[in-house]
């Protein structure tokens, strides 16, 4: 879900024809990337051989 928003927003950043647009799709962007940061640190630790869990942080 988060991802969509970022990968859409960012392109429409490289196409902005105007400041006004481009402020927008890059705070879109920015809220695509925040979301993608909390669900990827999930990820990471899912990932993360149990054994190691507790010694790696992000």
Same mark, same amino acid.
């Given at each position: 879900? #988060?991802? @969509?928003?970022?990968?859409?927003?960012?392109?429409?950043?490289? =196409?902005?024809?105007? &400041? &006004? /647009?481009?402020?927008? +799709?890059?705070? =879109? #962007?920015?809220?695509?990337?925040?979301?993608?940061?909390?669900? &990827?640190?999930? @990820?990471?630790?899912? =990932?993360?051989?149990?054994?190691?869990?507790?010694? +790696? @942080? /992000?």
């Amino acid at each position: 879900m #988060t991802l @969509t928003p970022y990968i859409v927003a960012a392109a429409a950043s490289g =196409l902005a024809q105007d &400041i &006004i /647009s481009l402020v927008f +799709w890059r705070f =879109l #962007t920015g809220a695509g990337i925040s979301g993608e940061y909390s669900a &990827i640190n999930s @990820t990471i630790q899912e =990932l993360v051989p149990a054994r190691l869990r507790g010694v +790696w @942080t /992000s």
